[in-house]
């Protein structure tokens, strides 16, 4: 044995206990219940030897003991907390993608808890006793309420305007304005859709002038399958400006024999003018300006789950639902409860803006924001004495690329001073995170969608 071990010196000096003994120790018996053993080893493992490399060997007494134990307990809890989590979403942006765009009426995500915790009639007819369809669901619903002759559902509106295309145009062209060569959000690109569709894109138009006759004269017999119309979503084209009318479209797509699909994108099933806000085209109306397929997302102004919701002649419906992509894009049992539930919610119109939170938060009264404003923000000030805490009037943004330039007047509790990356950085890591955006060196917490019923987790985390 060598006179001088300094490995082995270290080891004999170390005070600290062996895994078995925190193991058996009463104190660490809840975590074992909690995480099990394997978890709870290895962070008594990790925290052991994070304090060896520390070079704190301290000295073995009860407070230590406790001290390592609490500490692994922290890391656990820190590794068990779920990554995808409630925050609060004040950057102003209703619809924000980022934040999981419309949240759902309870009804809608009871009844898909539910169908996730039971065997249902997902693709069974209890009349018969024979197989059903998953989509009978709802189609009814949405032809109801779209006057639509056939309806089908996808898992998004992207897949929606690619089984459109794939299913009408495969290794045909297809005819887009160059004024809707859209992107949205960077993974949804039109150009790139189409192709990867497997139609083929034939630009018509210019960036700000697309006319009838441009349409009418890029369609070839026997290679143009159908024109594809698309809702300018994130922006608006101003000035100098021409484009051509659905009912135009529809003519001309039909006297070359062709279907004219359209794509709503945030596509609302009610007229938004009746609570005020701005006009936004509905299936509705666009099926009947002459649109032969229309497509919009379930989880934008419509107010439900991730959806892509496809309506319009039946002919066409039912070529899309014989099409095998269509089975790699269908919807789940829980959303298709949760979809059906809001759409049976629209059939009472009249209470829509009460119990459909994307409409309740789109048609808050500024009044009613300015007050949750007031109240927060002067917790906040007697809990920030040394912040400068103000509440300003500001605006709001409906969100998901739904009518892009119209503005809704809200009211914002904003914070100034310094270090406001690490003010915004606290309160992200909040237990439940409550995001923010900064601008004009203040950071704004916009209280639109701060509800009276939030409004107390929300401070009883701040103090
Ligand atoms: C949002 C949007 C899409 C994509 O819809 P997802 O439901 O996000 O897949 C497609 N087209 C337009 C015009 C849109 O606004």
Redesign the pocket.
């Given at each position: 044995m060598p006179a001088y071990d300094a490995a082995a010196m270290v080891q004999h000096a170390s005070p600290l206990p062996s895994i078995d003994a925190l193991l058996r120790a009463p104190r660490t018996e809840p975590l074992l219940i909690r995480f099990g053993r394997t978890a709870v080893t290895a962070a008594l493992r990790e925290v052991l030897s994070a304090r060896r490399a520390a070079g704190d060997f301290g000295v073995l007494g009860d407070a230590t003991f406790a001290a390592i134990v609490d500490q692994a307990a922290g890391r656990l809890a820190a590794q068990s907390a779920m990554s995808q989590r409630p925050v609060f979403n004040m950057t102003g942006t209703v619809l924000h993608?980022n934040l999981g765009r419309s949240t759902l009426p309870p009804e809608a995500a009871e009844a898909a808890a539910e169908a996730l915790r039971n065997a249902t009639s997902l693709e069974f007819d209890l009349a018969t006793g024979r197989r059903g369809e998953r989509d009978d669901h709802v189609s009814s619903l949405l032809c109801e309420l779209s006057g639509a002759e056939a309806a089908t559902v996808v898992n998004?509106?992207?897949?929606a305007?690619m089984l459109a295309l794939n299913t009408l145009a495969l290794g045909k062209q297809v005819l887009v304005s160059r004024g809707e060569l859209?992107e949205?959000g960077g993974s949804?690109r039109v150009p790139d859709i189409i192709g990867r569709s497997g139609a083929a894109l034939r630009e018509v138009g210019t960036t700000n002038r697309t006319h009838a006759r441009d349409y009418a004269d890029a369609i070839i017999p026997e290679t143009t399958a159908a024109v594809l119309r698309?809702?300018q979503?994130?922006y608006a084209i101003v000035g100098f400006t021409a484009m051509v009318s659905t009912e135009t479209l529809g003519r001309i797509a039909h006297q070359a024999g062709i279907p004219l699909i359209e794509?709503?994108?945030?596509g609302s099933l009610v007229d938004l003018e009746r609570w005020g806000l701005p006009h936004e085209a509905t299936p509705r109306q666009s099926l009947h300006a002459g649109a032969d397929i229309v497509t919009f997302?379930?989880?934008?102004l419509m107010g439900g789950p991730?959806a892509?919701l496809i309506v319009g002649n039946k002919i066409a419906i039912t070529a899309i639902n014989r099409n095998p992509l269509k089975r790699a894009l269908r919807l789940d049992k829980a959303r298709l409860a949760a979809l059906e539930t809001v759409l049976r919610i629209y059939a009472d119109p009249d209470r829509l803006a009460e119990r459909l939170p994307a409409l309740r938060l789109l048609t808050r009264p500024q009044a009613d924001i300015q007050a949750t404003a007031e109240r927060i923000g002067s917790v906040m000030a007697q809990h920030w004495p040394d912040r400068d805490i103000a509440t300003v009037a500001c605006r709001s943004q409906i969100g998901?690329?739904a009518l892009p330039v119209d503005l809704l007047p809200s009211f914002a509790v904003t914070i100034g001073g310094a270090g406001l990356e690490n003010l915004a950085k606290l309160l992200r890591a909040l237990p439940r995170p409550v995001i923010g955006r900064i601008a004009r060196r203040r950071l704004i917490l916009d209280c639109r969608c701060l509800e009276a019923s939030d409004e107390a987790g929300f401070i009883a985390q701040l103090t």
């Open positions: 993608t998004n509106n992207a897949a305007v859209i949205i949804f698309v809702h979503a994130n794509d709503l994108g945030s997302s379930g989880d934008k991730q892509g998901s690329g």
